[in-house]
Each structure stands twice: as C-alpha cells, then as structure tokens.
C-alpha cells in the first residue's frame, strides 16, 4: 500500500473504534475492530466473547469542500513540484500523502514554501518499511510558519516496490454546511457505489468527519427529510460531540 491507501485504512480503523465504542456503552457489547478485504465492508465489528452477531462495516469520509474536485490544477501543480524537488534531493522509494487546506485549492502553495517542505522530507530518516511517519500541524508550523496555511499534515510512507517518488492529496480540511446536506451526501456515496439501498441494509454505515459536526446538523438533517426511510442497518456519525445515532 502506498501512503494514502495506508493513511486511509488507519482512519477506517479510528473511525471504526469510536463508533464500536459508542454501541458497546448503548448496547452492552463488546465489540472489537478488525480490518477486512471483505467486500461491501471496510471495517468488521467483531465480538470478543463471540456472543454478538459479527457487523460488516462502511466507513464514509464526507467530502469537505464541495468546490474542489480531484483534478484542482492547484493540487496537481503541487504534486508534480514537490515530487520532482525530491527527485532532485536524491529522494527514492517514497509515497507522499498530504491533508490540504483551503488556501492550497483555491491559491497553490508558492514555490518557498514546496521547496521549505522538500528539504525537510528529505532531510529526516527515511520511513521504516510498513511504518507510516506523519508529519503533524504543529511541526509543519515549526519548519515553515507559512505551510501552516496551506497543509494540515503530511504522512510519508516507504513503497519497497517502487524507486519512485509519488505525491497525492489526501483530501481537504475545511468546515461543512450547518444544514445538514453533508450527511445526505455521505450516504448517498455508498448507496450509488453498492447498487441501491437494497443492497445496504444490512451494513452499518459509519461516517467520520474532520471538521465541526454538531446535533444541530442532525436535527437540520432530520427535519429535511422528513419521513423517508434511511437505508442501511445503522447510521452513527462520529462528531466533536461524540457518535451521534442516525438510525
């Protein structure tokens, strides 16, 4: 796996634990989580004693900036300038995942800032194999106060089978609509990826966000739908207010 999908399953599995943590207090279960290669499931909730049915798990990562697609020139621009400065420092066998900010999308990170970031990547010890390095907020601030505008974090990982230097978003983090629209949109994705909400409703959809969520924005949710029925067996969404139970 490179960075991001490795970077991925890490929030898969955290987004998983907080909202197994959250049935086993309602329910009195005692579930564990446990990563799978078992379609429709990202996750699966499984029981310690084996006395609860075993869940088969969706984790959604809500999309958090609706203008910005993929294919942001912007974010592509700081790909290939980052990539080919760590080319030019001697870099190999690196996969480079990052967590970009508003201003990355919408500006680009000027060209001090991508070459400040180069030299400090290929200035540390190169990842362990299998072992994900992260490069937090606070120390992207201490290596360049201005990365702090454009980057959140940055994960460096080691790809054993490639020589290659390969640098990708990891999404954006910004603040979601207060109506509640984000969590529709979360739900959706999944039920037009597995065929229908036929197809869903024995799954446990878990929805892990990076920005503010509140019951608010569930109540907003709620009150938009009115009394359409919600797909999937259970809907929890984890918030800065803890998991939150849609269904």
């Known amino acids: 796996m490179n960075a991001k999908e490795v970077e991925k399953k890490r929030r898969e599995i955290a987004e998983g634990e907080a909202a197994a943590h959250y049935l086993n207090q309602e329910l009195g279960t005692d579930y564990r989580v446990e990563p799978t290669d078992r379609e429709p499931a990202d996750v699966l909730f499984v029981s310690v004693s084996e006395e609860h049915p075993e869940r088969m798990v969706q984790i959604v990562t ?7 697609r993929t294919d942001n ?27 970009a900010l508003e201003a990355t999308p919408k500006t680009g990170m000027p060209k001090a800032q991508v070459e400040a970031l ?8 190169a990842p362990v194999t299998g ?5 937090g907020y ?14 959140s974090n940055v994960v460096l990982f080691r790809d054993e089978q490639s020589a290659e230097v390969t640098v990708d978003s990891l999404g954006v983090a910004t603040e ?4 509640g629209s984000w969590i529709e949109e979360g739900i959706q994705l999944k039920i037009k990826k597995y065929g229908g909400a036929e197809a869903v409703k024995n799954l446990t959809l878990v929805i892990g ?3 503010l969520v509140d019951r608010q924005q569930a109540n907003e949710f709620f009150a938009a739908r009115g009394d359409r029925a919600l797909p999937f067996r259970e809907i929890l969404i984890n918030s800065v207010e ?3 139970r849609l269904k």
């Open 62 to 68: 809500i999309p958090h900036d609706y203008e910005v």
């Open 73 to 99: 020139q912007n974010l592509a621009r700081l790909n290939r300038d980052l990539a080919a400065q760590l080319k030019a420092k001697g870099v190999t066998h690196l996969s480079v995942g990052y967590t």
């Open 118 to 125: 180069a030299e400090y990547i290929a200035a540390r010890p």
């Open 131 to 135: 072992e994900p390095t992260e490069i």
């Open 138 to 151: 606070m120390e992207l601030l201490e290596v360049d106060p201005e990365l702090s505008i454009y980057l």
């Open 176 to 179: 979601l609509p207060e109506d």
């Open 209 to 211: 966000v990076e920005a």
């Open 242 to 244: 803890g998991t939150i």
